[in-house]
């Protein structure tokens, strides 16, 4: 708080610009890698084994295309927030507006609910708290230090707990090795590793198969069969990449971690660091989630739904308490405690870059539409406001979380973002590297996405996702469409929308395009921005309130010298980062321009640019053959 700049947009949203590449990976990784993942990760490799440690090798590949080809347009365009580099590429408002609301649907009912409630749940089952209580303990931890710090706080925290969170986990996972006869011991017993629970109540009560207890044939295959596949293979490389697309390359909270480094080269850097940590989820959570099952059945891999209520407080199944389980269960006192810090770390980083990213999204591109001549100050009250607002809406949705994907959290994560993020990762995609793509184009592939989306989402929380006793009663050509092959089928349809209708009406002319599509980043011709009108006039009101900020401060000065000094306010502002003194203009234009200039640079040193990409290809390679070996 004391060495960072928080009482200016820039500072408190953006770091200042100021980072370099570790920091940036481990908040890349940390930003992603949430309890969420500890719990969900766990949970569905103990429910259905390997395959879901395809999600986290998939993101290797996906956070180079960030690094490589949409950070270097993001920073020659001078963005802040990823509806704002639309609202320049296409000009108008609606787009910007749409993906900005959007955006903070996706992150209140897919990141933040999720993270409160697998948090919540370790709390639970390691102290036995009320879940509500967990939460509210948590929350309070986390909205403090991220309302008070801002990004660099943030991201500086990040990196801490980057190393606690891997330590920990590395902990728990030879523990965990132990204490099923190592990795041979893990491949040997997984496959009997079935509840003695399932015959002690009436079989005939409920329809209990062998199929609903007993681990699938495929558990050790990363690549699954394209139709009886509960993971389908095609819907794994290709559905799994369209969604990490929408995440890593156009989603606020990883994409304002990259345009907080010092320049590209930090960029690149930091999503390799990103990359090769991003290789050990599935030794630390997938197959211990697996160990889990095999150790404790009964609870595991439960099948009674008054077994379960009774175990995890769900009917649906208990996967999700593999992590904890083992944790409350296997680790010996003051390693556990460790275990808990690992839990709380991985929880709070992960909400706190959602609040402070939310944040960004809704004042900048919400609130300043609302109220065009809001000055800094009532921009940053605002921004931590909003933070509150989000906390209490998605603890709320707690309960349909719990339930939902038949208990499987991570499952429940891909899904809602199947049915929503394509068409945003497919304007993006093209809006970067088609310069013929145009505003209406973009609008109506997002809106056809949207309601084709939505056709899919509703009837499935109507009907449920159902379980192995309890199938859904959702129509079957709605809802058997597994939700990865339905993100493959959303995003070619809002692509060809897109492209359909840029192609039938006026393209945007070159002049507002340069610096803002892939293949013109390198341009040195003006650009006109397509909001160039709104921006002029919102510096034009920043200075009216610098004048009136600078003549009342004048009028205080001499009419209530008392109230200025008041040591309680200044305390309070100094906390928020909230400056009430007029700024003073001692920035000339040249200066200005030349530290714009140095903000959207894309240079690169040529040795260090060698080094990132050499690291590049051998990422690759050791991604391509873990691929390989487990496929």
């Not at 996906?62 to 296409?90: C, D, E, H, N, S």
Request: hydrophobic share 50%; with cysteine; charged share 15%.
């Amino acid at each position: 708080m004391c060495r960072t700049n928080r009482g200016t947009v820039g500072g408190y949203f953006l770091a200042g610009r100021n980072m370099v590449w570790w920091p940036v990976g481990a908040s890349l990784f940390a930003s992603n890698i949430g309890s969420g993942h500890f719990v969900g990760l766990a949970g569905t490799g103990a429910a259905s084994g390997l395959a879901v440690g395809g999600f986290e090798w998939n993101a290797l590949f996906v956070v180079l295309l960030l690094g490589w080809l949409f950070v270097p347009v993001y920073l020659t365009a001078g963005v802040i927030t990823m509806p704002q580099y639309l609202k320049k590429r296409f000009g108008g408002n609606r787009i910007r507006l749409y993906l900005s609301v959007l955006s903070l649907f996706l992150y209140i009912f897919t990141k933040i609910s999720v993270d409160m409630f697998s948090g919540a749940v370790f709390i639970q089952q390691a102290l036995g708290w009320n879940i509500y209580v967990a939460v509210l303990a948590l929350l309070g931890i986390t909205a403090l230090y991220t309302v008070t710090g801002g990004l660099a706080a943030l991201m500086y925290t990040d990196t801490v707990q980057t190393f606690v969170i891997i330590a920990g986990a590395f902990v728990l996972m030879g523990f965990a090795f132990h204490e099923v006869g190592g990795y041979e011991g893990l491949f040997e017993k997984y496959m009997y590793a079935k509840t003695n629970m399932t015959l002690s109540r009436n079989p005939e009560l409920y329809n209990i198969t062998e199929n609903c207890y007993t681990p699938r044939p495929d558990s050790y295959n990363l690549l699954r069969d394209p139709l009886s596949g509960d993971l389908p293979w095609p819907g794994l490389i290709f559905g799994i990449t369209i969604i990490s697309l929408w995440f890593w390359c156009s989603d606020q909270v990883i994409v304002q971690r990259c345009l907080a480094a010092k320049n590209l080269t930090h960029v690149k850097a930091g999503c390799i660091l990103c990359g090769y940590i991003k290789l050990l989820p599935m030794f630390l959570m997938v197959m211990p989630g697996m160990i889990s099952r095999i150790l404790y059945p009964d609870e595991v891999g439960c099948v009674i739904p008054e077994e379960c209520k009774r175990i995890c407080g769900t009917e649906v199944g208990c996967s999700n308490i593999a992590y904890p389980k083992l944790v409350v269960s296997l680790m010996p006192i003051g390693v556990r405690g460790l275990m808990l810090a690992v839990m709380l770390a991985a929880l709070m980083s992960s909400l706190a870059s959602i609040f402070n990213s939310s944040s960004t999204l809704f004042t900048m591109d919400i609130w300043t539409k609302l109220r065009p001549k809001a000055g800094t100050k009532e921009l940053m009250i605002v921004g931590r406001v909003w933070i509150l607002f989000i906390v209490a809406l998605s603890i709320a949705w707690i309960p349909v979380v719990q339930a939902a994907q038949g208990g499987q959290l991570f499952d429940y994560i891909q899904a809602i973002t199947s049915f929503l993020a394509p068409p945003i990762a497919a304007v993006f995609l093209l809006a970067i590297f088609v310069q013929r793509v145009n505003e209406p184009g973009a609008f109506w592939g997002l809106m056809i996405g949207l309601a084709m989306g939505l056709v899919r989402m509703i009837p499935e929380f109507v009907f449920g996702t159902g379980s192995c006793i309890f199938p859904s009663k959702c129509p079957a050509i709605i809802c058997k469409v597994h939700y990865l092959y339905f993100a493959i089928i959303l995003f070619f349809a809002s692509s060809t929308v897109v492209l359909l209708v840029s192609y039938g009406t006026s393209p945007i002319d070159k002049k507002h395009l340069h610096r803002l599509v892939f293949s013109l980043r390198y341009s040195q011709e003006e650009r006109v921005d397509l909001d160039a009108e709104e921006e002029e006039a919102r510096k034009t009101a920043q200075q009216q309130e610098v004048m009136e900020n600078g003549t009342l401060e004048m009028q205080t000065e001499a009419g209530d010298e008392r109230k200025k000094k008041n040591p309680l306010r200044l305390c309070f502002e100094w906390f928020c980062g909230i400056s009430n003194e007029p700024a003073k203009d001692t920035v000339t234009e040249e200066e200005n321009a030349a530290a714009q200039e140095n903000l959207t640079d894309i240079s690169e040193d040529p040795i260090w640019r060698k080094v990132v990409n050499i690291n590049a290809i051998i990422m690759m390679c050791v991604a391509i053959f873990l691929w390989a070996y487990f496929a």
